[in-house]
């Protein structure tokens, strides 16, 4: 069965391996269906886009610098 259309997307590149292991940690603390799927709501979330977050629309994250 063909899932439903995410809409247009595009690639962001590769990050430091430390970073990724950090965000698949995350992405499983939060039940992201992927971190890919994590990756992308913290950045529609963090533009100011909580529209466009799939998984993650509804949840409130911490502000941390």
Do not use: F, N, W
Not at 27 to 55: F, K, M, W
Request: aromatic fraction near 2%; charged fraction near 30%.
């Amino acid at each position: 069965m063909a899932r439903p259309s995410k809409g247009d997307r595009k690639r962001l590149g590769r990050l430091p391996a430390d970073v990724h292991e950090a965000l698949v940690r995350e992405a499983a603390a939060h039940g992201a269906s992927s971190v890919s799927q994590y990756v992308s709501d913290l950045l529609c979330i963090h533009v100011g886009r909580r529209d466009l977050a799939r998984e993650m629309s509804q949840e409130v994250l911490p502000l941390t610098e």
